[in-house]
């Protein structure tokens, strides 16, 4: 027989209840966390609740925004609008909502606009958003590294200007106290006043020039911040991307122009080549324009080309890169059935072929192959 010491008892009860809450967690499904401005939608059918009530039957596939996500009772609340417009939140079962696909681009945009109209921590705001899960590139989270960078030089530049205030009221309450303190004394060769009065201009003379260092030191990380963005700004003109750059520079310089009034702000925020850059964005978004026009027929080979054009005048513009890539994704599916329809046409399938043809059509209307196979099985005689 083989007796346990009570601690190593213990421990296997310790292993053993370890063990079983594993295995329980493996067995639990996970459960997807959302947060406050989240963009969900639903997996299936659902309904959605209001004041304890159904209100209505949710659809798969309905995007909503978060406004408040109780995970211990498993509710989400999402944000709705009434006939009137006026907002009101529905509640929903968290397992039934997963995460939105997010338009990375999208949000840059909103991002720029909102960095634009100097509301910085909106701007970074979106930019996290976007540097969050696929992304096409690590832009949006330098983007929202700028912005915080910048927001919290300007605040500190700020308080140190405030702070210089209050310490400037006081320097000048001591002089006035040193002044008073220093008087002749009554007493023969008695230079004490004297000594006490400039112990207290020594004094207000050390404040004042720490709040000055302090303003001085908040003022240069304020420029550093600026110069760094501009910077940034410049390498994604430099690197292709216009449209990103140049709308991050004109923000940069409208930042600096409120935060650092000095007349070489307007030289050093000049950009010579803006009307070059301006035509290239603009025959980029006209590409996209005509992209999409192109997509939404089916005409999907037309569609790459013109993508391909427009990354010719803008090579970084992001919601080009990621349009193609969804293009060519299409594409490869078309060619895939187009493949699939020649081997059975070899097997003298031909009916099944052209039915196959006719879902890559579905996809791609326009890929050269699918249509001359098309042609050539329907006037080859049938055997």
């Known amino acids: 027989m083989i007796s346990r010491t009570p601690g190593k008892a213990a421990s296997a009860v310790v292993r053993a209840i370890l063990l079983a809450m594993f295995v329980l967690c493996c067995a639990l499904p996970l459960r997807a966390q959302f947060a406050p401005e989240d ?76 960095m634009q109209q100097g509301e910085l921590e909106a701007a970074r705001t979106r930019f996290v958003r976007a540097s969050t899960g696929a992304v096409v590139d690590e832009m949006p989270a330098k983007l929202a590294l700028h912005c915080e960078t910048l927001r919290k030089a300007a605040t500190e530049a700020a308080g140190a200007r405030e702070s210089a205030r209050g310490a400037l009221a006081e320097v000048a309450r001591l002089m006035r106290n040193a002044q008073i303190a220093d008087h002749p004394s009554l007493i023969p060769n008695d230079n004490s006043n004297q000594v006490r009065a400039e112990a207290i201009r020594t004094k207000a003379g050390a404040l004042k020039e720490k709040a000055e260092l302090a303003v001085s030191g908040a003022a240069d990380a304020l420029e550093k911040a600026v110069e760094s963005a501009r910077e940034y700004a410049k390498s994604l003109m430099d690197s292709g991307s216009y449209s990103v750059g140049m709308r991050m520079w004109d923000a940069v310089a409208s930042f600096a122009r409120k935060q650092i009034p000095t007349s070489a702000q307007v030289s050093q925020f000049d950009l010579p080549e803006r009307a070059e850059l301006t035509r290239r964005i603009n025959a980029a978004s006209d590409a996209l324009a005509r992209a999409r026009e192109n997509f939404d027929a089916k005409k999907l080979v037309a569609a790459l080309g013109v993508l391909e054009g427009g990354l010719a005048s803008e090579p970084g513009r992001g919601d080009l890169k990621q349009f193609r890539a969804a293009v060519e994704s299409d594409i490869g599916r078309a060619r895939a059935r187009v493949q699939t329809a020649r081997s059975l046409a070899a097997q003298q399938r031909r009916d099944e072929a052209l039915a196959e043809l006719a879902k890559a059509a579905a996809i791609c209307a326009d890929d050269a192959d699918a249509v001359a196979l098309a042609e050539e099985l329907r006037v080859a005689p049938q055997k």
């Open 39 to 114: 963009e969900v939608r639903l997996r299936r059918d659902e309904p959605l609740h209001f004041k304890g009530s159904v209100f209505r039957q949710g659809k798969a596939g309905e995007v909503f925004k978060v406004l408040k996500y109780e995970r211990a009772s498993g509710s989400v609340f999402l944000l709705a609008n009434g006939s009137d417009g006026k907002p009101f939140a529905l509640r929903c079962a968290d397992a039934a909502l997963e995460p939105a696909p997010k338009d990375a681009w999208a949000l840059v945009r909103e991002g720029l606009n909102a």
